[in-house]
């Protein structure tokens, strides 16, 4: 029996196993082409205050042979929760979206090999610009700082216009209506009691119903706590020397004893007497000439107790 020659099925092997070795190495080559010439670096994960932004989608395959996003690379610089500034890093491939967990970062010398490959437009900066909301980000910022501002003026003033409207509605009853004495008078002691309910702090309701006894006792005239509220948030702690003098100046005896009894309830509604209350009612006190035994005779008739040292306070 005659047997064929084996060689022609070699060398048909041979050839065979030659082409499929040059396609295999072919599509390696194409791909480095167009990532500039070497393998792209593996995906990594975005760092901590670092986000992406897109630039351009690209041809370039990825891992899975989708093409790759271009992106932005930006650090956040942040204040607490504020962001100050945006830094811009340089560039950036993805998968898909510039919103992916991981992605591949860009050093200069790469990006200019893709530019030079054709992969990348020729005209693209080596700095990615920042979008419009984070390059004019501290514009922004100062911008709604300046509006916020100007809100708080407009509060303060609506506050001041609240307060004089409360103040017109104020009238002193009997003879002291078309008085001045009188209509003065009325207006010194409310701003009295309203220091006197803020010289230990916020004052609390107890304090604002204190002074809208007072006031209907010694004008005769209705006054709410809702209308002396606006009035006494604008009333300091504290009063100073000189506004004393001012209080002080014209006033009767009647009207001084009036006016320090009227500050003693105030102090009293909330059943404690604090340092700061003791302080004003002293400086008051000394304003009004009114010495310390009709104080603590005072302050005894109100709440049935001595009035307490000042180591107590």
Known sequence: MTHLPKAPVAAFSLSRVLLLALALTAAPAAANTQTGGSALPRPQPRAEGETLFFVIQTNIPGPDATPLVLCGKVRRHMLGFLPLRFEPLGYALAERSCAAAHHIPLSEERFRALQAAGSLPADLAATPELPPLQKHWLTLLATVAALLAILVIFLRLGRHRSRH?????????????????????????????????????????????????????????????????????????????????????????????????????????????????????????????????????????????????????
């Open 165 to 313: 409207a409360a103040t017109r509605r104020f009238k002193p009853h009997g003879n002291a209506i078309g008085n001045p004495g009188k209509a003065l008078f009325a207006a010194k002691l409310l701003s009295v009691l309203c220091h006197a309910a803020r010289a230990d702090g916020p004052m609390n309701d107890d304090e604002l119903e204190a002074i809208a006894i007072a006031m209907r006792r010694l004008t005769g005239q209705q006054y709410f706590p809702d209308e002396i509220a606006p009035i006494a948030a604008d009333s300091s702690a504290g009063l100073g020397p000189r506004e004393l003098a001012s209080i002080a100046e014209g006033l009767s005896d009647p009207e001084k004893e009036q006016m320090m009894r009227a500050a003693l309830l105030v102090v009293v509604a909330d059943n404690t007497l604090s340092a700061a209350e003791r302080r004003l009612l002293a400086s008051l006190a000394q304003a009004l000439a009114i010495d310390g035994a009709r104080i603590s005779k005072w302050f005894t008739e109100l709440t049935g107790r001595k009035f307490p040292p000042a180591s107590a306070a």
